[in-house]
């Protein structure tokens, strides 16, 4: 009978630093968005310095994403069904309970991009159940529920996450939205 192989250690330790950094990673990155509702609200970063704060979902074939940046509010709209014409500029109306208003969407090759400057409109966008993007060739639904809490959570990322650096520069900023 021979006695039992001692089973060495030292490769399953050699891996923990690595196992332990991954995960270390993973959580980081876990932390950089959160759901709020349908909603997922997220940073994103140019470099090491904070760019914006994004409220994203799907509805059917629609990627709908709300972006707030320092010059404001963003939708964008992406669809891998669509072919635009790249740099185009779309004449659209957009719709959210009693609010009307016209804007441009600006076009890349599957998305377009509509500046939301009326705050009339963003705030109807706070409490209606639909945002109606009217084209020449179709309107376009985007669904707004949950979107009261989520385009809080929007701007609360925003706020807390546009402090930082400038304040201190002694202490990395914490990116959460």
Request: charged share 25%.
């Amino acid at each position: 009978m021979r006695p039992p192989t001692a089973i060495s250690l030292a490769p399953f330790l050699a891996l923990f630093p690595a196992l332990f950094l991954a995960t270390t990673a993973i959580a980081d990155a876990q932390d950089q968005t959160v759901s709020v509702g349908p909603w997922t609200i997220a940073t994103a970063s140019k470099g090491d310095k904070f760019d914006n704060c994004t409220m994203s979902r799907s509805s059917n074939d629609l990627n709908i994403r709300f972006v707030r940046t320092h010059d404001g509010l963003l939708l964008l709209l992406d669809s891998p069904k669509w072919k635009l014409e790249r740099g185009k500029a779309y004449d659209v109306t957009l719709m959210a309970g009693s609010r009307s208003v016209q804007e441009k969407a600006q076009a890349d090759a599957r998305s377009v991009t509509i500046v939301l400057e009326d705050r009339p409109l963003n705030e109807r966008v706070r409490t209606a159940n639909i945002l109606q993007v009217k084209g020449d060739g179709a309107t376009l639904r985007v669904p707004l529920n949950g979107s009261t809490a989520a385009l809080e959570r929007l701007e609360e990322c925003f706020e807390k996450n546009s402090i930082g650096v400038e304040t201190n520069p002694f202490v990395a900023p914490t990116r959460k939205p």
